[in-house]
């Protein structure tokens, strides 16, 4: 069974940073396309980051770039984002999610897995 995990979520203050990690299981994720999306109540959910596992391509939200960073471990199968310079607007509920191929990376529709979502606050 698959199954996708987050953690790190969190409380932080605008210009502050946190590591969000999502664990990898059931299956090799080698050729998948990782994302991260998030979405608050009353919005869509929305991209924020992607990349291709094996490639180490990453593609970026316009509202995220130069502040947050996907990256992967291959040992510990996870997947992390890496968020600075946060701003009250990131303020969601952010998910994991994965699909068995390289494909459009900013597209919700295109992932197969997701997990349960991971709350991140951040005040003024």
């Known amino acids: 069974q698959v199954q996708l995990v987050e953690s790190g979520g969190g409380l932080a203050q605008a210009g502050g940073s946190l590591r969000l990690s999502c664990a990898a299981s059931?299956?090799?994720?080698?050729?998948?396309?990782m994302g991260w999306f998030r979405q608050t109540p009353g919005k869509e959910r929305e991209f924020v980051a992607a990349m291709s596992w094996s490639g180490g391509n990453t593609w970026y939200a316009d509202y995220v770039k130069g502040r947050f960073t996907i990256s992967r471990d291959n040992v510990k199968n996870s997947v992390y984002l890496e968020m600075n310079s946060l701003k009250p607007e990131d303020t969601a509920v952010y998910y994991c999610?994965?699909?068995?191929?390289?494909?459009?990376?900013?597209?919700?529709?295109?992932?197969?897995?997701w997990g349960q979502g991971t709350q991140v606050t951040v005040s003024s």
């Open positions: 999610a994965a699909v068995d191929k390289i494909t459009v990376p900013r597209l919700e529709s295109e992932y197969d897995y």
């Open positions: 059931g299956r090799s994720f080698r050729r998948s396309t």
